[in-house]
């Protein structure tokens, strides 16, 4: 694996959606892998990504935990 892409995420579903199109679309000549962090945003994020982008890592913490702690 050459490169760990992590997004955090809260209440920013249309935002991480654009996100992890425009990377897919740039990044294709590396082993990469993307993981979105969701902080309890509560905004569909998770149904989304299922939906759209099936086996991408998705971890929910259950509640706003702040930037340095969803990192």
Same mark, same amino acid.
């Given at each position: 694996?050459?490169?760990? @892409?992590? $997004?955090? #995420?809260?209440?920013?579903? /249309?935002?991480? +959606?654009?996100?992890?199109? *425009?990377?897919?679309?740039?990044?294709?000549?590396?082993?990469?892998?993307? @993981?979105? $962090?969701? #902080?309890?945003?509560?905004? /569909?994020?998770? +149904?989304?990504?299922?939906? *759209?982008?099936?086996?991408?890592?998705?971890?929910?913490?259950?509640?706003?935990?702040?930037?340095?702690?969803?990192?």
């Amino acid at each position: 694996m050459n490169l760990s @892409i992590i $997004i955090l #995420n809260y209440k920013t579903k /249309g935002l991480v +959606k654009q996100c992890l199109k *425009n990377v897919m679309a740039t990044v294709k000549n590396l082993d990469y892998e993307l @993981i979105v $962090i969701d #902080n309890g945003s509560n905004d /569909g994020c998770e +149904k989304m990504i299922k939906e *759209n982008f099936p086996g991408l890592k998705f971890i929910q913490t259950g509640k706003n935990l702040g930037f340095a702690a969803g990192k």
